[in-house]
């Protein structure tokens, strides 16, 4: 089976523009997760979408963040306007619905706000 | 408080050596689960192994194992005969409670280096 697709891999923008994200989950995984590591800290959680539905956004930190995840789908991370801090790598996570199972991680998008 | 705590932010480890991960968990939940992930230099997130606060065995997967000591808290990770591909960032991870969907709670990680 397809893992977890990330895209862009990497992107470079200026403080001020807006970038987006996108997240394509393994088929048939209803969790999607969006987490972040900004450099040599922790990686953090951001949100969590059960289908479509945001289960749990207390990570976001603050409102230039706007994630959707449509149809249950692939989700989007938008960024607007971009700052300094939000450099970091952004990665995406998909898991089923099993007590035991795993999150399933993407390669991650590498986020320079310059 | 810190959830996850991974005192080792980097360790060297000789080829074909094992080699032990220190995670110390911190939860009120009876229920949980402890994962471990490794993040080699080329930056996906690898799962290797998971650990239900209930099961009663230390998981293992081929050469990783887990030394799971539930009153101790602690969840340390245990590579044998190591190799130099296991040179990599890991992370330690826990979900509290008992919904399938909760988040994971990392640590900083231990990054390792297997010297031929």
């Known amino acids: 089976e397809a893992g977890v697709t990330q895209f862009p891999s990497h992107s470079v923008i200026e403080k001020g523009q807006t970038v987006t994200l996108r997240c394509d989950p393994i088929?048939?995984?209803?969790?999607l997760y969006w987490y972040r590591r900004v450099m040599g800290k922790e990686i953090k959680f951001l949100l969590h979408?059960?289908?479509?539905?945001?289960?749990?956004e207390s990570g976001m930190p603050n409102n230039r963040f706007l994630a959707e995840r449509t149809g249950g789908t692939y989700s989007t991370l938008k960024v607007q306007p971009a700052e300094l801090e939000d450099s970091g790598v952004y990665f995406c996570?998909?898991?089923?619905?099993?007590?035991?199972?795993?999150?399933?991680f993407g390669n991650g998008t590498r986020l320079t706000v310059t | 408080a810190q959830k996850i705590t991974q005192t080792q932010p980097g360790m060297f480890v000789q080829e074909k050596e094992a080699v032990t991960l220190d995670c110390t968990y911190d939860?009120?939940?009876?229920?949980?689960?402890l994962f471990w992930y490794k993040q080699p230099s080329s930056g996906e997130m690898i799962f290797l192994i998971y650990?239900?606060?209930?099961?009663?065995q230390n998981a293992t997967e081929g050469r990783y194992s887990l030394n799971f000591q539930k009153a101790r808290k602690s969840a340390n990770l245990v590579i044998s005969a190591s190799q130099l591909g296991d040179s990599a960032m890991y992370f330690c991870?826990?979900?509290?409670?008992?919904?399938?969907?909760?988040?994971?709670?990392f640590g900083g990680g231990t990054r390792v280096l297997v010297k031929p």
């Open positions: 996570a998909s898991s089923q619905e099993r007590t035991n199972s795993p999150l399933h």
């Open positions: 979408f059960v289908k479509e539905s945001k289960q749990d």
């Open positions: 991870a826990m979900r509290e409670g008992w919904a399938a969907g909760n988040k994971l709670t």
């Open positions: 650990q239900g606060s209930y099961d009663e």
């Open positions: 088929s048939g995984h209803d969790n």
């Open positions: 939860t009120s939940d009876q229920s949980y689960g």
